[in-house]
C-alpha cells in the first residue's frame, strides 16, 4: 500500500514546509540545502503539482503545498507521540516560539529556567514578532503568543495570561509625583482621548488634576522601550501588571496609587491544529498554562473595565 512512498523526499518536504529555510532543514535532516531542494523537486513530481512559490524573495507554501504539509506533519506528529508514549526517556526536541518583544523580554525569559529544570531534553528557539503573523503561512512556528483581539480564526486557543494596566515608576519618581508633575511615558495610542484603556481614562478614575499642569510627555513607540525608560527612572508609565511583576519584585519600579487600575487584554498561547501533540510543544504549552494561572492578577479596588485601544 505505502511501497510508492517517497519515504526520504518526504521527510525533506516536511522539514522545508515547517522552516521555510533550505539550511536550517538541512541542517536538522543532516543534509546539504541544494540535497533538500533535490528531495522537494521528487516529491512535485511525484505529486504532479508545485508546492512553493516565492512571494517577496521569501519562499511559501502553494495552497497545494499548505493542505499537503498539514496532512505530513500530522501524520509524523502520530508517529512521534506514539514514540514518546513508547519510549522509556524523554524524546529530545525543539519548539519554536513567536511573541511580541516586550513580552519576551520582561515575562518569558526571566521565567524560562524553571520550564529548562524541569524539560532539559528540550530547546526552544525564540522569535520576535513585528506584527501577528499567519501561521497558515509560517508553519515553521510551533506556539505563537500574542495580545488578546488578534485574529485567532483556524487555530488553537491555549493558556490565557490575563493582566491589569497600572501606573509604575522609580521609587523617587513615585515619592515625587504626588506633590510635583511627572513626565508620563506612553505608548502613542495612549494618549489618545479615543482610547478607553489610556492615559487619560486613568487620570479621570484616580482623581488626578497634574494633567494640564505642566506635566510632560515622553512618546515611545514600543513597549520595551517605554519600560526601560520607567526603570531608568525617566518618568511613570501605564503598563501591564504582567509585565512589570518582575521589575516591582525586584525593586526597579513601584505602583503608583496601586488600588486604581485599568483592565487589560492579556496574552493567548495558540498553535496550528494538531501541532499541540508534538511531545514538546505540548511540555511547553503545559508549562506556560501553569505560568500563566500562577501570574494571573489579583482584581483591584478600583478597576475600570472597557474596551481596548
Known sequence: MFASFPVASLRAYEALARTLNAKEA???????????????????????????????????????????????????????VCVSELSPKPQPGTVLVS??????????????????????????????????????????IDVLICDVGTDTAGLVEHALLTENLGVYGSAAQVARASYVPSALLALPEQVSPECTSGWPVWIRAAGETWLGDGVIWREYAQPTLALQAAIAGQGLILASTALVSDSVAQGRLMPYMPDVTLAGAGYLSLTLPGRERHPPTRLFLDWLSEAFNSAAPHVSSTLWRADHC
Open 99 to 140: 511573541m511580541p518583544s516586550a513580552f519576551a523580554e520582561f515575562w518569558l525569559v526571566p521565567r524560562l529556567d524553571t520550564f529548562y529544570r524541569s524539560h532539559p531534553e528540550v530547546t526552544l528557539q525564540l522569535e520576535i514578532a513585528s506584527g501577528p503573523p499567519d501561521l497558515s503561512r509560517e508553519a515553521r
Open 26 to 80: 538541512g541542517k536538522e535532516l543532516g543534509v546539504t540545502p541544494s540535497a533538500v531542494y533535490h528531495q522537494v523537486r521528487m516529491v512535485e513530481e511525484w505529486l504532479g503539482v508545485p508546492l512553493f512559490f516565492r512571494k517577496h524573495r521569501k519562499m511559501a507554501l502553494s495552497d497545494a503545498g499548505q493542505r499537503f504539509y498539514s496532512v505530513l506533519h500530522n501524520a509524523f506528529l502520530d508517529i512521534s
